[in-house]
């Protein structure tokens, strides 16, 4: 199956230390993708690389066979993410927010941005407060805007940094049916990082670990192995 | 670019703290104006400071312009650049394939805009505060001109007067941007364009304690390189008949534009590499 998302040998270097070396990763349409590591292992750094937020030292990284080191533009197109926490303009409402970043996307027509909105309110279970204040919202309402808003470019990969980070257990249950939804009805591809083990055993198809900024496996996990069992161990090496 | 510009617009606009600003015009004019008023009890209405309908869009503007416009200028860069930029909420503009850069560009652009509705509102309100306190002759003295003039070449007067602090403010704006740029917090933004305001105020006066060392020239010269300055004292020479100082100034704010212009694309080229 063709590869929607390809790291090629990427390494970020930061005041002389390597906080991303020599990773290379290939994630394949279609998949959820769980990126994996203990705080602190170069998770984020890779997805703010992939996001094009900042540069590799060396490497390149494609999606959709575009490189979003030389063509970054282009390569973004494809791309929705959550970064880090989500964070949206508090004086603005949820749905106004929506509005504000769907005007962004040259894709979209002027005529079709709200009809776009409403869309990805849906998808998100986030209409019935659509028209409330950002900042009356909990952690996990801003998780389910932080989706819709990567959503709203129609884009085929999603990226999403810790989607699960302070949410209760209910929270978490309805983020990870959102994103099978995502991924069955909606045939969106999925990069997650977490390092709640249990969550990417339940929704990842495709698992890579890093630590310390490498690699130490990547694959797929036959329903017997439990990967807690498989992440302790290769911690331990 | 464009879709760019109307989403800083919107965001600007969607603030409380932007829509206050322009609630307190009609404020910032009736003060002018009540200042005005005293000062004319002391005045004779032969002298150009005399405040009528015709001139109080300019002395109604003079002092604020240096105070107040410096002011909001400073609080909404600190708003749309430290704010946004150090809170993580520019990351969701970034992420979609806009360049830190052109986000900058788009504030600035977007900050101009605002300065120039700013400036269009106050002269309005002046207009109508003027004519409602102030008696309102023929013909009255102006600044540096001989003769006086009549309300249609003072009207082209006081719209000149405004272009040139809308460049003033416009200079001003590069430099407030590089602070906000460059701060971590809003509250160091606030805290370091004031203190750029403040030094602006003092250096000049302390320029002037050296007048009988230095050439006179020089001095003058010195003295309105102060944005400030110009604000305060700077425009209406520069609106003289024959005004030496205009091109000076011109070149001054002019330094002040490319100067900060090329500081924010050295700090925003570096930004691109590093986390934000």
């Known amino acids: 199956m063709k590869n929607i998302v390809e790291l090629q040998a990427v390494s970020k270097k930061v005041r002389g230390k390597y906080l991303v070396r020599d990773v290379s990763i290939q994630v394949e349409k279609g998949a959820i993708c769980g990126l994996l590591g203990p705080n602190g292992a170069g998770k984020t750094t890779i997805i703010r690389m992939l996001t094009g937020l900042i540069r590799p030292t060396s490497g390149d990284i494609f999606i959709n066979e575009q490189s979003v080191v030389t063509n970054r533009a282009s390569a973004l197109k494809n791309v929705g993410a959550i970064v880090e926490s989500p964070i949206f303009f508090p004086y603005m409402t949820g749905r106004e927010n929506l509005k504000n970043l769907v005007r962004l996307h040259d894709t979209i027509p002027k005529l079709e941005e709200n009809a776009k909105v409403a869309e990805v309110l849906q998808i998100s279970g986030l209409e019935a407060r659509a028209d409330e204040k950002v900042r009356t919202y909990s952690l996990g309402m801003k998780q389910r805007l932080g989706i819709a808003q990567a959503l709203l470019g129609d884009p085929a990969l999603l990226i999403l940094d810790e989607p699960a980070n302070g949410l209760d257990p209910m929270g978490m249950r309805e983020l990870r049916e959102l994103i099978l939804t995502l991924k069955n009805k909606y045939d969106k591809t999925i990069l997650l990082s977490s390092h709640l083990l249990d969550e990417i055993q339940k929704m990842c198809n495709q698992i890579v670990i890093i630590r310390e900024g490498e690699l130490i496996w990547s694959g797929e996990l036959d329903d017997e192995q439990n990967l807690e069992e498989v992440f302790i161990e290769l911690m331990s090496k | 670019m464009s879709k760019l510009l109307a989403s800083e617009w919107e965001r600007l606009w969607k603030r409380k703290v932007t829509w206050l600003m322009f609630a ?238 090329l500081l924010i694309i050295l700090v925003t080229r570096r930004k691109s590499d590093i986390f934000i």
């Open chain 2, 24 to 261: 307190a015009i009609p404020i910032m004019v009736y003060a002018a104006a009540k200042y005005c008023l005293h000062q004319n009890n002391n005045l004779s209405p032969d002298l150009p400071q005399f405040t009528v309908a015709g001139n109080f869009p300019v002395l109604g503007l003079a002092e604020m312009l240096m105070t107040a416009f410096n002011f909001v200028v400073l609080v909404i860069a600190a708003m749309i650049v430290t704010e946004e930029y150090r809170s993580g909420q520019l990351r969701m503009v970034l992420i979609r394939a806009h360049s830190f850069q052109q986000i900058i560009i788009a504030k600035y652009i977007v900050l101009a805009g605002f300065i120039f509705l700013y400036l269009v509102a106050y002269f309005i309100s002046c207009y109508g505060m003027g004519y409602a306190l102030f008696s309102n002759p023929e013909t009255y003295p102006q600044f540096h001109y001989q003769d006086h003039v009549t309300l249609g070449e003072g009207f082209i007067y006081n719209l000149k007067f405004y272009g040139l602090a809308f460049l003033t403010l416009v200079a001003m704006s590069s430099v407030v941007f590089f602070i906000a740029i460059v701060s971590h917090t809003t509250t160091t933004t606030l805290g370091i364009g004031i203190g750029f305001l403040l030094i602006s105020f003092l250096y000049p006066n302390i320029i002037q304690l050296f007048q009988q060392f230095l050439n006179n020239e020089v001095v003058i010269k010195l003295f309105f390189t102060s944005i400030p300055m110009i604000q305060w004292e700077g425009l209406t020479l520069m609106l003289a008949k024959s005004s030496s100082l205009y091109g000076w100034m011109l070149l001054v704010l002019s330094c002040y534009i490319l100067l900060f212009h």
